[in-house]
């Protein structure tokens, strides 16, 4: 049970996460990790008295941590009733990278509907076909641009853009997540052979 003492942190400008903190004191500094943990596998927590939870889907909270692999920071999420598997990494470090080559505030072409994937009520992505799936928005809003003054994302309603391969949107890229596909995109619509297909997605 989390304590009294729980507080809650919604971070929306750079990226989209939201983090619990149930310790009385902050957490220790980031784990070294040798090699980039797997989805699915067990893994060891540091922390266990100074306990994050992080959300990693909508209304689903698992225990998190900061972790560093060679020299790129992530957000590692596990669950302790499955056996400290791991559930979600994210990543909004400037010097990560997908095997693509796609960074933080890289922008994607969206030419219809099923470039875009929603989990309901949490983040908005891209569908590029990678393992690392960009998040391009967040409640149900894209990332329609960026305020270098306020360092803020300006948002659309995903319900407010008209799409159409002749009028094109682009969207910024706030972070990367790698997760489960089944758990994160439960929608009958998102597993369609049109979303499947990616190649209408520009860099």
Known sequence: MIGRRTTLIILISTFATMSLDASASPPSRMVQLSAEPEIGKHITPPHRKSRTLCM??????????????????????????????VTRIYADDPRFSTPRGLHVGDMLTIRKRSDLLIAPYFEVYGAT????????????????GYDDKSGMFTRESVNNIDLSPDHPIRVRISGFAKTDPKTQFPLPDLQSSEQKDSSALRF
């Not at 990693?56 to 400290?84: K, L, M, P």
């Not at 967040?138 to 990332?143: P, T």
């Open 56 to 85: 990693t889907n909508s209304a689903q909270f698992d225990d998190c941590f900061e972790a560093v692999v060679n020299g790129i920071q992530y957000n590692v999420s596990y669950r302790e009733s499955e056996n400290d598997a």
């Open 129 to 144: 076909g990678e393992a690392w799936i960009p998040v391009v928005g967040f409640l149900d809003r894209i990332n329609w």
